[in-house]
């Protein structure tokens, strides 16, 4: 997309405003805008369902990305099949220095709530608790070098849903959020 033209446009009350010109192409709008937009609202409305994850956290906007125009300078249009990810530190704040466009699987790597794993020099995509669980079971190497399977998408009604305060985890897999389970 070519850069932005300032455009300037008569407000009902008589005012002129200016607008970077990409807040809408075609009746949509452009990928990079709406990175920008779903950053401030992560980050600055309350009433946001991600906001206790973002703003709610302390998780800040630079004053200089207020601005589309400044933020599409710093970060460039955003590439197909990316996101904005706060990369090297996913609990910093949205700033240049912090941020870049990232495939999925980038930011999988790049979540607060992941651990990564060196083995022999290698990082392995495995979460501590299939790794505890793994070690309890087979020797180090195979638990160390055996392929992560990826999971298939079950239906729900296959899968056996318990109370809380019945079910029982390996020492430091203990979901976040207890709040978010539900019996059927």
């Not at 300037?8 to 192409?25: D, E």
């Not at 779903?38 to 369902?49: A, E, I, Q, T, Y």
């Not at 930011?107 to 309890?136: D, F, Y």
């Not at 070098?145 to 430091?172: C, E």
Request: charged fraction near 25%; charge should be positive.
């Amino acid at each position: 997309m070519a850069k932005p033209h300032p455009i300037k446009k008569r407000n009902v009350n008589g005012t002129i405003s200016v607008t970077h010109g990409c807040s809408s192409l075609n009746g949509k709008k452009p990928p990079t805008y709406r990175s920008w937009s779903s950053m401030r609202s992560r980050c600055l409305d309350p009433k946001h369902k991600a906001y206790k994850n973002y703003g709610g956290r302390g998780i800040l906007i630079c004053a200089r990305w207020e601005s589309f125009e400044n933020f599409l300078a710093d970060m460039g249009e955003r590439p197909q099949g990316t996101t904005l990810d706060r990369f090297p530190n996913p609990n910093g704040n949205y700033e240049p220095v912090n941020c870049r466009w990232a495939t999925k699987a980038q930011q999988c790597r790049n979540s607060r709530r992941n651990r990564n794993i060196i083995w022999r020099g290698e990082e392995l995509g495995i979460e501590p608790c299939a790794l505890l669980h793994r070690l309890r079971n087979w020797s180090l190497e195979k638990a160390m070098t055996t392929p992560v399977k990826k999971r298939t998408k079950a239906s729900p009604k296959s899968l056996p849903v318990a109370s809380p305060s019945s079910q029982a985890y390996l020492p430091g897999c203990e979901p976040d959020h207890m709040s978010n389970l539900h019996s059927p």
